[in-house]
């Protein structure tokens, strides 16, 4: 046991020593979660929006009035004719124009031909399905604050209600797949590069060659950065929950239980890529290249993995951090109960034995 | 007196190719064992086999007393190992360094503060304990790793080229330390590229395409081949070689 502490000491030393690697593991998941929370994020903000109405009534300038005081939405002036909408399209004074029918007012209550049009420049497809969704839910909500009789307004036929996150915002989306990304960083790049140091240094060799047994060695070497994984859970789950107001709304222990696992998975891992690399720098690239790329690209971090083409699709049920951000996404944000999510824990149950008995069969061949 | 190293029809096979091809030596308490051969000639693999880390395809062996096929577990606690990287942790102090290895072979916590203290005195290194061992010069780093090899007080320490890269004068306060802890009783293994080195052992084993050619003093090698120095013999063993480098 003093034998491991001693060993457990020496690694700590050695991440405490290389200011690099703290502010890797320290400061960049920080930094990636507000980076990603503000800055980099899928939000539309200030829409610019004209409205086309034949009759310019009270009505019309109160919603008018509404859409301005949004945030999202910037009211650039009413419109008389419809020409003007390609026009203010084209020339880009306008994002999005509504054109409500002649008979609005009258008929909004009595459910006969109201039919609101919605133009959209769609130059970025994204962009637009996220613009007309947002009027869409905004006029439909300042319409039954208008109506306030109990009486459903007509805009459209089809309610649409925007469920565990009303306010559609992206980060929501973010911060379990930044969680996936780091605990792999953390966990598979740094473990693996900091055993393949050892490898090029000739102190592996000596260690190998003391009484330490090389599993306990693996292990040993695993515990700083397991440490530094948790560190890192919470203090991202702190900013997700206070900061960007990430609701967490599942059950903590389940979402401390599946990190937990994860965390696992990426250490055995790194320890599989040390296993395979001989340098530091082969390391890195194999974390970066058969890692780090895939996860980005095809985890569903960013891009949602359903709609990838099928090939890209089964590529990425393979990728542990698919299965992650999925379960993260259910427990965190829907808020379901972890039923809902076994699926996602069994087969990272599944994938962590499985990563565990290939990288034990790796060391044993090494070791000989 | 006991041999603390015994080795029978030693050999290791990769595939179709025999790395070490059915040695036999044997290594007296106290000693300092010279294990000569050109690069290739299977000196590592040998090695290998002697600490533990790699099984003998054919032959048997003990070290330290204990079978090198079956209980190499226990040879780990009884030898101890210096390669030429000279092993230490750069971004570790040198007290650190000490502690680690204290630590790894078990020194009792007592032991180790006592110990540690009087090497540090003996190496002259009191006012260094708490430098990264990366600003030590490389003749430093090369008695520390040396000390540290030996802190837990092995049977055998082996010292794989110990001496690489070192200035004449340091590799010969080496030395010095070598016959120091001979003299306390500890066997050494070394190998190494340095023939004025082989002449300071007391028996040198040479060895060629994973054969031991020559084993016996450095007198009477010189003697059997008619020289007058290791280098020659070394040469006249090496022309032998079938194997490239």
């Known amino acids: 046991m003093n034998q491991f502490l001693a060993f457990i000491k020496k690694e700590f030393f050695h991440i405490y020593r290389d200011k690099r690697a703290i502010l890797i593991l320290l400061v960049m998941p920080i930094a990636q979660i507000l980076l990603f929370g503000f800055a980099i994020s899928t939000d539309v903000k200030n829409i610019k929006t004209a409205i086309l109405a034949p009759k310019h009534t009270e009505m019309m300038e109160r919603l008018a009035e509404e859409i301005d005081q949004n945030p999202r939405f910037d009211f650039v002036g009413f419109l008389q004719i419809e020409n003007e909408i390609d026009n203010y399209l084209r020339t880009n004074k306008a994002d999005v124009t509504i054109t409500f029918p002649a008979n609005f007012e009258n008929e909004v209550y009595s459910g006969l031909d109201n039919r609101v049009c919605i133009s959209v420049n769609a130059t970025d497809p994204n962009t637009a399905s996220i613009e007309s969704n947002y009027i869409a839910q905004e006029l439909y909500n300042i319409l039954s604050e208008k109506t306030m009789k109990g009486i459903e307004p007509q805009v459209s036929p089809i309610n649409v209600h925007l469920m565990y996150n009303p306010q559609m915002k992206s980060s929501f989306n973010f911060v379990p797949g930044i969680m996936g990304l780091i605990m792999i960083l953390i966990c598979a790049m740094m473990t693996s590069v900091s055993i393949v140091r050892e490898k090029e240094s000739g102190t592996l060799e000596v260690l190998l060659v003391s009484p330490m047994k090389p599993f306990s060695i693996m292990i040993a070497k695993m515990v700083p950065y397991f440490g530094l994984a948790c560190i890192n859970l919470v203090s991202i789950m702190i900013l997700a929950y206070y900061v960007l107001d990430v609701p967490l709304t599942g059950s903590l222990f389940w979402i401390i239980a599946i990190s937990l696992l994860y965390i696992i998975l990426a250490l055995s891992l790194g320890l599989l890529i040390s296993t395979l690399a001989e340098t530091q720098i082969a390391a890195m690239l194999i974390s970066a290249i058969v890692l780090m790329m895939p996860i980005i690209l095809l985890s569903g971090m960013i891009f949602p993995s359903e709609s990838m083409p099928p090939i890209l699709e089964y590529i990425s049920k393979i990728i542990p951090t698919r299965w992650y951000i999925s379960a993260m996404r259910k427990l965190m944000i829907q808020g379901v109960s972890i039923q809902y999510a076994l699926k996602e824990v069994y087969i990272l149950l599944g994938m962590t034995a499985f990563i565990i008995a290939i990288t034990i069969k790796k060391f044993k061949i090494r070791l000989e | ?245």
Not at chain 2, 95 to 110: H, S
Not at chain 2, 176 to 192: L, P, R, S
């Open chain 2, 1 to 245: 007196m006991a041999d603390v190293i015994c080795v029978n029809g030693l050999t290791k096979r990769f595939g179709d190719f025999v790395a070490v091809n059915n040695i036999t030596f044997s290594v007296k308490e106290g000693e300092i064992f010279g294990f000569l051969g050109a690069n290739g000639a299977g000196k590592t693999t040998a090695m290998r086999m002697l600490c533990g880390l790699s099984f003998p395809s054919e032959g048997t062996g003990t070290v330290a007393g204990f079978d090198i096929a079956k209980q190499s577990e226990k040879i780990k606690k009884h030898i101890g190992y210096m390669s030429q990287k000279f092993s230490l942790y750069e971004d570790l102090t040198v007290m650190e360094n000490i502690q680690l290895y204290a630590g790894i072979y078990g020194v009792e916590k007592e032991t180790m503060k006592r110990e540690s203290t009087a090497l540090l005195k003996k190496l002259d290194f009191e006012n260094k304990k708490d430098t990264l061992v990366s600003s030590l010069p490389l003749g430093w780093k090369q008695k520390l790793a040396f000390s540290a090899a030996i802190f837990h007080h092995p049977k055998i320490v082996f010292l794989d080229e110990p001496t690489g890269g070192v200035d004449p004068a340091t590799r010969r306060q080496f030395w010095e330390m070598i016959y120091e802890t001979a003299a306390n009783g500890i066997t050494i293994f070394v190998t190494t590229h340095y023939m004025d080195e082989a002449e300071y052992c007391n028996r040198v084993s040479i060895m060629v395409d994973g054969k031991i050619e020559a084993l016996n003093t450095p007198k009477n090698l010189k003697e059997q081949f008619h020289v007058d120095s290791m280098s020659k013999v070394f040469d006249q063993l090496a022309r032998r070689a079938k194997r490239g480098e």
